[in-house]
Nanobody, 127 residues
């Protein structure tokens, strides 16, 4: 099992930036995929980005592509989500998740495929 702890959330004005961190502990060597999801009040959970921890491949949801960047520092067992040009519609609780299988373009966005989840961090973007 992998324990995940998110941090870095907060409040920012539209156009601003935040960097979220996801610190992993436990059986981290078994997690080939680390992903970020988000959920806004009254909305379904949405896939934001994913990272293949071995190959370095990255995947992004259409709503964040070009604005968000996922990266990893595996010496620190930490995955980051750099969020630029934030919009009010980016307001949500952001969760990181891990799974043993590597991500593919056809399945990385399915939350049901992830076994381990963090507790989430709130991001609020004001206009």
């Amino acid at each position: 099992q992998v324990q995940l702890v998110e941090s870095g959330g907060g409040s920012v004005q539209a156009g601003g930036s935040l960097r979220l961190s996801c610190a992993a502990s436990g059986s981290t060597s078994r997690s080939k995929s680390i992903a970020w999801f988000r959920q806004a009040p009254g909305k379904e959970r949405e896939a934001v980005a994913a990272l293949y921890t071995i190959g370095g491949n990255t995947y992004y949801g259409a709503s964040v592509r070009g604005r968000f960047t996922i990266s990893g520092d595996f010496a620190k067992n930490t995955v980051y989500l750099q969020m630029n040009s934030l919009k009010p519609e980016d307001t949500a609780i952001y969760y990181c998740a891990a799974r043993q299988e590597r991500p593919y373009s056809g399945d990385w966005y399915l939350s049901s495929g992830y076994n381990d989840w963090g507790q989430g961090t709130q991001v609020t973007v004001s206009s």
